[in-house]
């Protein structure tokens, strides 16, 4: 499971640290997340989540479906999560939240680190200096 969107014009990296709410009480996992949803356990099993859109925000987590599952071949859901009316679901599942993109073409960069951090103000003019 990776992301994906219709152009794939950017792609890299996220990771995540669980928000101390849902942390403690779920574990720093995926349950955690899966508890705060409300996630049937007996049924599911959470693996991942999927956090996407800009306008029309969505959240979805992955989960092995047990009823539906064979022996040889677990099946594997992408489980919408209403979330219309939580403006602030990002800070209710993390406290930190960390995404690096790239161009989709780009072999070199993804795999280095930075050298240095810098503030973009200290390199250009801002309206109010002008």
Do not use: W
């Amino acid at each position: 499971m990776k992301a994906n969107v219709q152009y794939n014009d950017f792609k890299g990296t996220a990771s995540a640290d669980i928000s101390d709410f849902l942390g403690g009480a779920g574990g720093d996992d995926i349950n955690g997340l899966s508890k705060y949803f409300d996630i049937d356990k007996e049924r599911f099993t959470p693996l991942g989540i999927s956090i996407y859109g800009t306008e029309n925000f969505g959240i979805s987590l992955f989960c092995v479906d047990k009823e539906k599952s064979k022996e040889d071949k677990e099946h594997i859901v992408k489980m919408y999560c209403d979330v219309e009316d939580k403006k602030d679901i990002i800070d209710i599942l993390f406290k930190r939240l960390n995404i690096v993109l790239h161009d989709r073409f780009d072999d070199k960069y993804p795999n280095l680190d930075y050298d240095e951090e810098v503030n973009y103000s200290d390199f250009h003019e801002t309206d109010e200096e002008e």
